[in-house]
């Protein structure tokens, strides 16, 4: 597991109150049942952890994985130290 991919797990845990245990890779926020606001705060608090932008008004925002999720942080990340 990455350490950004640990990180993400961590915020979703911490922002939506779920047991860190119950949270994977192929986890969706749809599947852990995460309400619309606590979606809203984890996508914040990933934002000001990494200082990047993610639209939540993106459908694949909520029903894609916490893998996906990952890659975006890391394409983006990529893309502001290049």
């Known amino acids: 597991m990455s350490a950004i991919e640990t990180k993400v797990i961590e915020i979703i845990a911490r ?16 599947d852990l049942d995460i309400p ?4 809203v705060q984890i996508m914040f608090a990933i ?9 939540t ?3 694949r925002a909520e029903t894609g994985s916490v893998a996906s999720l ?3 942080i890391e394409r983006q990340l990529a893309a502001k130290s290049a």
């Open 15 to 30: 922002e939506s109150g779920l047991d860190r245990a119950k949270i994977s890779a192929n986890s969706t926020l749809k």
């Open 36 to 39: 619309s606001l606590d979606f």
């Open 47 to 55: 934002e000001e952890e990494y200082k990047i932008y993610l639209p």
């Open 57 to 59: 008004n993106d459908p």
């Open 70 to 72: 990952v890659a975006e």
